[in-house]
């Protein structure tokens, strides 16, 4: 089946820290890949995707690379801010069927001062 | 533009009543998905809607969910006979055919049962 295991939060880091997210996923083929996140008060929105192996999705200063030897999909922040807190989702879109998402649980990121 | 909006954004109910979520997806957008958000876990889909094509229902966890959309606008989620394992947020996401790797999502509806 297709499923997406990430990283249990919560996480806590000081600003301008390094931040990674782990997430590893099982599927079938060759899904695309998604980091999805929910600042607070807000609805969810895509932050970056990675549709190919060896792919890297990067916005806003985050990157995650498309893993198939692995079959994970890191996200990764040099330098983080406040204004990055917030909850990270990890999700999978397999090919074929219904264009569904599948989620991981969620990591929650505070950022203190 | 507008984005995805959802009705109501919060309700509560008695279990054993019914209850209808309404979701109005972007404009144009043919890609209509309802996920549901229970506390502590990831988004489960629940159903899928595109274009006229029959919905896959394969996430609807009884029967006592289902869900219509109207041509490519407005969706409803109806829940009937709620029971308190059916509280959570409903999500509703919406995307267009040329881009179906990117969902945009409403704010939710809270929906707790009593």
């Known amino acids: 089946g297709n499923s997406v295991t990430q990283m249990e939060g919560p996480v806590t880091l000081s600003e301008e820290a390094f931040l990674t997210i782990n997430c590893t996923y099982t599927a079938t083929g060759y899904p695309s890949l998604f980091w999805y996140v929910q600042y607070p008060g807000e609805g969810l929105q895509l932050l970056l995707k990675a549709t190919k192996a060896d792919d890297k999705g990067s916005n806003k200063g985050f990157e995650a690379t498309y893993r198939k030897e692995t079959t994970s999909f890191h996200l990764e922040k040099g330098s983080v801010q406040v204004s990055d807190s917030a909850v990270y989702f990890c999700?999978?879109?397999?090919?074929?069927?219904?264009?569904?998402?599948?989620f991981g649980t969620g990591t929650r990121l505070t950022v203190i001062p | 533009g507008a984005g995805v909006s959802q009705s109501p954004s919060n309700k509560v109910t008695e279990k054993g009543k019914d209850v209808e979520l309404r979701c109005d997806p972007i404009?144009?957008?043919?890609?209509l998905y309802w996920y549901r958000q229970r506390l502590g876990q990831g988004l489960e889909f629940l159903i899928y809607?595109?274009?006229?094509?029959?919905?896959?229902k394969s996430g609807l966890p009884s029967d006592r969910f289902s869900a219509e959309r109207t041509g490519e606008s407005v969706s409803t989620l109806t829940i009937q006979r709620t029971q308190q394992e059916d509280s959570a947020v409903y999500l509703c996401?919406?995307?267009?055919?040329?881009?179906?790797?990117?969902?945009?999502f409403g704010p939710g509806t809270r929906l707790t049962v009593l």
């Open positions: 999700a999978l879109r397999k090919l074929g069927g219904a264009n569904n998402l599948f």
């Open positions: 809607f595109q274009g006229n094509s029959a919905p896959d």
């Open positions: 996401a919406s995307s267009s055919t040329s881009s179906y790797n990117e969902q945009f």
């Open positions: 404009s144009g957008h043919t890609a």
